[in-house]
């Protein structure tokens, strides 16, 4: 749907009611997709950005690849949602990731 700029917040909405309390069943690069299609299509529901913030606070370090960290950076930014501590969990983790980082 994000991808083809399908806006139906309906859709999106029931999506959102069943996956919040689900997050922790996703791998790291379903939540950093599931992320980035929401805020794609500028639709931010505040329970699942909530969840996936507090999912982010407590994910073992190393979890996430670089481009699901940039992905998820992307994704919050973009959705205008600023948990200062997903920032900071992401930039630590970024930075001691550095080295191995590819650019596109």
Same mark, same amino acid.
């Given at each position: 749907?994000?991808?083809?700029?399908?806006?139906?917040?309906?859709?999106?909405?029931?999506?959102?009611?069943?996956?919040?309390?689900?997050?922790?069943?996703?791998?790291?690069?379903?939540?950093?997709?599931?992320?980035?299609?929401?805020?794609? @299509?500028?639709?931010?529901?505040? &329970?699942?950005?909530? /969840? *996936?913030?507090?999912? =982010?606070?407590?994910?073992?370090?190393?979890?996430?690849?670089?481009?699901?960290?940039?992905?998820?950076?992307?994704?919050?930014?973009?959705?205008?949602?600023?948990?200062?501590? @997903?920032?900071?969990?992401?930039? &630590?983790?970024?930075? /001691? *990731?550095?080295?191995? =980082?590819?650019?596109?």
């Amino acid at each position: 749907c994000a991808t083809m700029r399908i806006r139906d917040r309906i859709l999106f909405g029931a999506i959102a009611s069943i996956i919040s309390p689900r997050l922790d069943t996703l791998k790291s690069f379903e939540l950093s997709n599931l992320l980035w299609a929401y805020a794609k @299509v500028s639709l931010v529901p505040p &329970e699942l950005f909530d /969840a *996936a913030g507090e999912q =982010l606070a407590i994910r073992s370090k190393k979890e996430f690849k670089g481009q699901c960290l940039s992905t998820i950076a992307w994704s919050f930014t973009t959705a205008e949602r600023r948990d200062l501590r @997903v920032f900071a969990t992401l930039a &630590e983790e970024i930075k /001691a *990731a550095a080295a191995n =980082l590819k650019t596109q």
